[in-house]
């Protein structure tokens, strides 16, 4: 198709490319902090809530999480082809940012509404658990599958707002500051907020420090998924598209070949599979803090949050907006391969400083050394986050190039696909590393009563399994993902040099298919 052309691409004089408007800009990023919000209600407090207030066993939940996570991440190319294949008034992907923030923000809430506590005593309600498990497994996979229906096309819209690929990659860089904004807010706060009311309900009325507990995670969560879906809702009535859509439209079938015959494409999925285990820092983060450090305190809670998860979430807004200037003096696949190799180091020092003082990392000494590992994995860990998101940018353009056919829903529901697989592999790890130190039901319940009583687990000698375990799944398993996500990369196929002339070759089509346009308009007009 290039033989078409009638100019090189250096020869080539671009007219003014359309781009997004400072308020497009400004209200998608409000957006993707909002929609940000909702997912971690659920992403990073939801699992913590299953396995550590209701009592559900770890397996039992990693299962339920595990297997709705794989199901969306297949779901997600279906996703992505119904939004490519839609036309409207409206563009492709805005119909559906109108519809689900309010959707979204119901099933968030149900999935922490329950019906009471799992019962791990020795005689138990067999009825009342299995209800439990089916209610958190119905809930969670039904939120799930509405999320992605929001999701792909608010990642898709970004490759639609711009003709300008420094203004498309400056926008993903900061729309995932913002999107890390949202989530930091729910992760440094929901927890400690939901400590504080649960504590608050039970010393005012006739409850239990459990049930004020539940009731606690109930409430917070309804309050932050107004936030986050009266932010999330914009973005869908102000944000217009400026890419038209290609005029062919793939099938779900074609659409899987694409992305078999895209090599960079399948290096980038590749890449974020293997590199799963990096998201067990998520999944762990709230418990370590709660258990190990804060004791279940939510003063405590709060601080140690701020401290450590402000570090990581520092270190990943500083990557991230240092990304677009590091890519003036390193090419993409240099930076994200380098980025993951040297994430390896901070990770395995967090666990050998576990293990040189494993009851005293509450030290303020400690606090430090814990903070700057935190803040330096966090750093190059938001240099691949761009990375990944302006790569997988990159290869639509290169997809257009080859076939004429711009699948941007299908390749950004990939970006989807990645973090919903890795979060199902990590939580089935998560899962199986707790029931092999019997970190579930009844030793929860033990636990927690022991904390109630006065008791600081880090300090007790039977507990020091459940701590150790914390330490190494927010350590190993990621130092080892990082490692193993640079292997498909190493040799990556789409170089920064071919894809600025693949775009400047694009930006041609486009402007000679709108010239034509515009003389057929014109002479119909004067007809």
């Not at 913590?48 to 939940?61: C, D, E």
């Not at 258990?291 to 809670?301: C, D, H, I, Q, R």
């Not at 494993?358 to 990375?387: D, E, K, N, Q």
Request: aromatic share 12%; with cysteine.
């Amino acid at each position: 198709m290039e033989s078409n052309i009638s100019l090189s691409a250096n020869q080539y004089s671009a007219p003014a490319l359309k781009t997004y408007t400072r308020g497009e800009k400004n209200i998608y990023l409000a957006s993707m902090a909002g929609q940000n919000i909702m997912y971690n209600i659920v992403g990073a407090c939801l699992m913590y809530y299953l396995q550590f207030t209701l009592l559900i066993p770890a397996l039992a939940v990693s299962l339920i999480f595990a297997f709705a996570r794989i199901w969306d991440a297949f779901n997600d190319p279906i996703m992505g082809t119904f939004v490519d294949r839609t036309r409207t008034k409206f563009g492709k992907c805005r119909p559906y940012l109108m519809i689900v923030p309010i959707p979204i923000m119901i099933i968030t809430v149900l999935c922490f509404t329950s019906f009471g506590f799992y019962d791990v005593s020795s005689n138990p309600d067999k009825l009342l658990n299995a209800g439990l498990i089916t209610w958190a497994a119905f809930t969670y996979i039904l939120w799930g599958m509405i999320y992605t229906i929001g999701d792909i096309p608010l990642w898709g819209i970004t490759a639609l707002m711009t003709e300008s690929d420094k203004d498309r990659n400056k926008l993903l860089s900061l729309a995932r500051i913002f999107g890390g904004i949202g989530g930091g807010v729910v992760l440094l706060s929901m927890q400690s907020m939901a400590l504080a009311t649960g504590n608050m309900l039970s010393q005012s009325g006739n409850m239990s420090s459990a049930n004020g507990e539940r009731w606690g995670f109930l409430i917070v969560a309804a309050i932050l998924a107004v936030v986050g879906t009266a932010l999330f809702q914009l973005v869908g009535f102000k944000v217009r598209e400026k890419i038209p859509p290609s005029d062919k439209k793939n099938s779900l079938k074609e659409n899987i070949k694409v992305i078999a015959k895209n090599k960079p494409f399948s290096q980038i999925l590749l890449s974020g599979v293997l590199g799963s285990t990096k998201s067990l820092i998520m999944l762990a983060a709230i418990p370590l803090v709660t258990y190990y450090f804060a004791s279940k305190n939510p003063m405590l809670a709060l601080i140690y949050l701020a401290l450590l998860g402000g570090g990581m979430f520092i270190g990943q807004f500083a990557g991230m907006a240092m990304t677009p200037n590091l890519l003036k003096i390193a090419s993409k696949k240099n930076l994200y391969n380098w980025s993951n190799l040297l994430s390896i180091l901070p990770y395995i020092l967090i666990f050998v400083a576990y293990m040189i003082a494993p009851h005293s990392l509450t030290a303020g000494g400690w606090v430090a050394v814990c903070f700057v590992l935190f803040l330096i994995a966090g750093g190059t860990g938001g240099v691949t986050t761009v990375l990944q998101s302006t790569m997988i940018a990159d290869c639509v353009d290169y997809e257009e190039y080859k076939s004429g056919t711009r699948p941007d829903a299908l390749f950004f529901s990939g970006q989807t696909f990645i973090v919903k697989l890795q979060s199902g592999i990590a939580t089935i790890l998560a899962g199986v590393a707790y029931t092999i130190v019997r970190f579930s039901d009844a030793r929860v319940a033990e636990v927690n009563e022991y904390i109630s009583a006065g008791g600081i687990p880090r300090l007790t000698g039977d507990y020091t399994p459940f701590m150790m375990i914390l330490f190494f799944i927010v350590s190993i398993p990621p130092a080892l993902g990082c490692l193993l996500s640079v292997i498909p990369t190493w040799k990556y196929a789409l170089d920064d040099k071919e894809h600025k002339r693949i775009l400047a070759v694009l930006n041609e089509r486009r402007a000679e298919k709108a010239a034509i346009a515009q003389k057929a308009e014109a002479d119909a007009a004067s007809e």
